[in-house]
């Protein structure tokens, strides 16, 4: 079983950056392939960036090249860092992990889930 706990969400302006975290135990976090998602009031659940055990990442169209998503395998911890936000980019962030070694963005593919944290980009 692995539990998931996502923290450094807060309210930010837009053009600003904050850097969301990701604590994992349990498993072997080492050997899975993690993700990020976010759900915004009304919205559905959508894929954010996904990165694999080797470091291979994929993110969604609208977040590329504004955030960036990085592990440190020993810290089994997963960041996500949020830069030129925008007020689109408010929602509830949450971290994921599949058991699969192979990157995924649909939320199906993954079998553990965070709680959420919170983003609230001002204007």
């Known amino acids: 079983q692995v539990q998931l706990v996502e923290s450094g969400g807060g309210l930010v302006q837009a053009g600003g950056s904050l850097t969301l975290s990701c604590a994992a135990s349990?498993?072997?976090?080492?050997?899975?392939?993690m993700g990020w998602f976010r759900q915004a009031p009304g919205k559905e659940r959508e894929f954010v960036a996904a990165i694999n055990a080797s470091g291979k990442t994929k993110y969604e169209d609208a977040v590329k090249g504004r955030f960036t998503i990085s592990r440190e395998n020993a810290k089994k911890t997963m960041y996500l860092q949020l830069n030129s936000v925008k007020v689109e980019d408010t929602a509830l962030y949450y971290c994921a992990v599949t058991r699969s070694p192979q990157l995924g963005s649909g939320w199906g593919w993954y079998d553990y889930w965070g709680q959420g944290t919170q983003v609230t980009v001002s204007s």
């Open positions: 349990g498993g072997t976090f080492s050997s899975y392939a």
